[in-house]
């Protein structure tokens, strides 16, 4: 492995282990939007959280530019969506991870499993 795979690989292992930790101050998770409420975030929000306490109401806060600051592996790299055989979309790191909250209803700890296994 390069030193470049081992410092994307890192970003993603750090990035799921951020989201684990935010999802643990909201329990439920929000689709469609970063926060839902006082108990819902998103895998991206929830990352975020996982980075910086937040208001309980954080609805309408957008993390992304702090994330993708943070998390260059968000927009840097390209990836294949893993949400099965029919769908062939190719994104962003960031946007693969919304896809897979949004569209295929992936649960957080999904997202932070499937990020641990990327090289």
């Given at each position: 492995?390069?030193?470049?795979?081992?410092?994307?690989?890192?970003?993603?292992?750090?990035?799921?282990?951020?989201?684990?930790?935010?999802?643990?101050?909201?329990?439920?998770?929000?689709?469609?939007?970063?926060?839902?409420?006082?108990?819902a975030s998103c895998?991206?929000?929830a990352a975020y959280e996982g980075m910086y306490r937040l208001p309980q109401q954080a609805g309408g806060l957008r993390p992304t530019k702090d994330l993708e600051w943070f998390f260059d592996c968000l927009e840097g790299s390209l990836?294949?969506?893993?949400?099965?055989n029919d769908c062939h979309k190719t994104l962003s790191l960031a946007a693969i991870m919304v896809h897979l909250n949004d569209d295929h209803r992936w649960t957080r700890e999904d997202i932070a499993q499937w990020l641990e296994t990327l090289k």
């Open positions: 492995m390069t030193e470049e795979e081992k410092k994307a690989h890192h970003c993603e292992k750090e990035l799921a282990q951020f989201i684990r930790s935010g999802a643990s101050r909201r329990p439920d998770q929000a689709f469609g939007d970063y926060y839902r409420g006082r108990s895998a991206l929000g990836r294949k969506c893993p949400g099965g």
